[in-house]
């Protein structure tokens, strides 16, 4: 089971990834690695460079996730897939290896985002860029929600619901 998460910034991703993880799963976050190798986000590096220094870490993720799929061990990954081609590229990427690949989508409409985005830029960790109001407004611009044609569980915020669903598709 490869269990990709998408959703905006603040959704919540890590959140039901650790709890998979918890689970079983074995969790991959690119934001984690990049801290680890780079620090901190407009601290420790200059914000515009994230990307150069996301692209080999998302590389090297997409490895790992093949890797784990390969030797039959369940993938929860934790990053944004705000574009519908890197969540293809992540399901045949899957199914390549026998994985079978769930999107789960974690739907959070501006306001919400925003409330959990000024704690969340109070932290220091892995998990905890600063996101501006401004910054939110251009990765909404930027993300591509689920559509139709796409197999979808919708997180709801029932945790122990969506354990069941993955579980239940796991087992089909």
């Given amino acids: 089971m490869a269990v990709l998460l998408v959703g905006i910034t603040g959704s ?8 998979l993880a918890e689970r079983g799963m074995t969790r991959l976050s690119v934001d984690e690695e990049v801290h680890r190798l780079h ?18 870490v998302v ?19 934790d990053h944004g897939l705000w574009r519908r081609d890197e969540r293809d590229a992540w399901r ?27 704690e969340r830029n109070q932290r220091e960790d ?22 139709d044609d796409e197999e979808v569980i919708v997180y709801t915020g029932d945790l122990d619901g969506l354990v069941r669903a993955v579980s239940s598709t796991k087992q089909r």
Avoid at 39 to 56: K, Q, S
Avoid at 59 to 77: K, Q, S, T
């Fill in 12 to 19: 919540g991703k890590t959140t039901v990834a650790q709890a």
């Fill in 39 to 56: 620090g901190r986000y407009g601290i420790d590096y200059p914000e515009h460079t994230y990307f150069e220094r996301e692209r080999p």
């Fill in 59 to 77: 590389a090297a993720i997409r490895e790992r996730f093949v890797r784990e799929l390969g030797a039959g061990n369940d993938v929860v990954l």
């Fill in 92 to 118: 045949v990427a899957a199914g390549e290896v026998g994985g079978h690949p769930l999107v789960v989508y974690l739907p959070a409409d501006r306001q919400e985002l925003l409330r959990r985005l000024t």
């Fill in 126 to 147: 892995a998990n905890a860029l600063t996101v501006t109001p401004e910054a939110l407004d251009d990765f909404f611009a930027r993300f591509d929600p689920p559509e």
